[in-house]
């Protein structure tokens, strides 16, 4: 996995808890950052999916067939 140098602000409360977090646990900034990103992203996810699944629910989407996909693509 390639690491990609960012820059972003954070407020500073947790910018002190992010050092002291990296000093407990001798773990550096940056991968706690990745690690804690990483979770909130499955997170995410999840809230996305539930979002999804109630439009669905609620038709406010279109949704497309099994059959009208495989006709579409030739399969």
Not at 23 to 33: A, C, D, Q
Not at 40 to 59: G, I, M, N, P
């Amino acid at each position: 996995m390639q690491a990609i140098k960012a820059t972003f602000t954070l407020p500073d409360y947790i910018l002190n808890e992010l050092s002291e977090f990296s000093e407990e646990f001798g773990e550096k900034k940056s991968h706690l950052v990745a690690e804690a990103l990483s979770q909130y992203f499955d997170t995410l996810d999840l809230k996305l999916a539930l979002k999804r699944s109630k439009e669905v629910r609620d038709s406010t989407v279109e949704t497309i067939s099994f059959d009208a996909i495989k006709a579409e693509l030739g399969l």
